[in-house]
């Protein structure tokens, strides 16, 4: 405790101008690879290290401190070269200008995001044309934004409708929100091996249980042939929604922190007929 207060004691304002550097620095980078599976890693990483370095020290691992002292600056080369894509792309960003300050309220955000969502499902769904979406949520989807049509365009429920108009070049494959903002359309995404999904289920459905077998996204269906509204997460699926009880679900999820789970997510869906 007589260390602390000395450390403190021998700080000046040029002292605290440097750690509030450093500090600025480390939230640029975090914030600029949001929206990656890099941030998932980099959290795995600082828990395993922070892990290690607390056993050594206490335990007086004398091996086990002379590997980690000496395996410490190949990882410092390791990182940039395992993280290579999500670097490049957050210096992208920052040369867009897009900044380091999200403005938006969440509550709009969630309130238009369901609003327009729910809105264009029904639509699609009187009309009997397919859809898939994905909502980002904690995992980032950008390795399945860059397989489709990058679009970074502001949601609305017309977007939505032009993308899956039949007979149009977007309309097959998924479109991925972020937020406020469609991603991308026509974007590929895994297929799902899972016996549970019934067989009588498309590519859209086992593409929508695949992406969210592999993340926290949530997916939504509109059948093409029956027009049945669908949402997934965690490889589940509730089927035969109307838009009120979409938007119900939905605003649950947004509310709801990533390791809860819904009721309505007990089981299984039933297949189409």
């Known amino acids: 405790m007589s260390d602390i207060i000395w450390i403190f004691s021998q700080m000046d304002l040029r002292s605290m101008v440097d750690i509030l550097l450093v500090a600025l620095i480390f939230y640029g980078i975090l914030f600029m690879m949001r929206g990656t599976r890099a941030i998932q890693l980099i959290r795995g990483i ?58 938006a309220s969440p509550e709009r955000t969630m309130m238009k995001v369901t609003r327009c969502v729910s809105q264009a499902v ?42 899956f108009q039949p ?6 494959g998924a479109v991925i929100i972020r937020e406020n903002r469609v991603l991308a359309a026509a974007c590929i995404l895994p297929l799902s091996e899972s016996m549970r999904v019934e067989r009588e289920l498309g590519l859209r459905h086992r593409a929508a249980v695949g992406i969210t077998e592999q993340s926290d996204a949530l997916a939504i269906v509109v059948s093409e042939e029956t027009g049945i509204i669908s949402l997934v997460r965690h490889g589940r699926m509730i089927r035969h929604l109307d838009d009120a009880r979409l938007r119900k679900v939905l605003q649950a999820f947004y509310r709801l922190q990533p390791t809860e789970k819904p009721r309505w997510f007990s089981r299984q869906g039933r297949g189409e007929r």
């Open 167 to 172: 007979n149009t070049v977007l309309h097959d």
């Open 122 to 163: 029904r639509t699609l769904a009187e009309r009997r044309h397919g859809a898939l979406m994905v909502l980002e949520r904690e995992t980032g989807l950008q390795e399945y934004v860059e397989t489709g049509v990058e679009m970074n365009a502001q949601l609305s429920m017309e977007l939505l409708l032009t993308i």
């Open 46 to 103: 600082v828990f395993l290290i922070v892990a290690v370095v607390l056993a050594s020290n206490l335990l007086a691992l004398t091996a086990f401190s002379w590997l980690l002292r000496n395996t410490l600056p190949a990882l410092l080369v390791a990182v940039p070269v395992i993280f290579q894509p999500e670097l490049r792309r957050a210096l992208e960003r920052l040369g867009r200008g897009g900044g380091l300050i999200n403005r």
